[in-house]
């Protein structure tokens, strides 16, 4: 488990100093800290995890962390590979009447690098984590900076969505919480977003 922690810090760490992929989209609304955006398909490995927040996130980042260190088996032979890193890693608390504060079963993924195809990612050996894809998306999203508190959590859903109450736009599901810094960075340039999937014909 040290070595897995150690591993993971200097994933991330890496990350920091260099630029990593994020999944590709396109912005078709563009109005202060919001934005709705077009997203291309991607694909996710992603784990269910029990507890609060802190702790579901904790738990969800490790077992993905461990899938993409290697803890899998390449789809052409028993060997395993390593994945790069890419952000954010995104949660999503499972029942919609739960939101995100007060949630105590989340559903925690990363998106995988676009050069590989469902067929050959490598085969998660904890079967705790899977993979999925994510069909082409419509995104309302909320930016901000800071710490995640539940309070500013709650506080930036509630202004997503009277946003998206202003332009008419109909959400579909769950928010999510997406997260595209290691924790150690400084408040003020933390980069956060409140995701909520959209139906396409609400659009403007």
Known sequence: MRRLFCLVGLLVLGSAAMAVEEPKYEIVVQDAGFEVRRYAPFIVAETWVDGDM??????????????????????????????????????????????????????????????????????PTNGAVTLREVPATLVAVAKYSGFNTERRIHEETLALAAWMETRKLAAVGTAKLARYDPPWTLPMWRRNEIHMEMLPSTAR
Request: proline content about 7%; glycine content about 8%.
């Open 54 to 123: 802190d702790a579901a996130s904790g738990k969800g980042f490790r077992a993905i962390a461990d899938y993409i260190f290697g803890n899998n088996k390449s789809p052409q032979s028993a060997a395993s590979s390593k994945i790069a890193m890419t952000a954010p890693v995104v949660m999503q608390p499972a029942r919609e009447a739960d939101g995100m504060v007060g949630a105590q079963r989340w559903r925690v993924h990363f998106v995988m690098p676009s050069e590989y195809t469902l067929a050959s990612l490598p085969t």
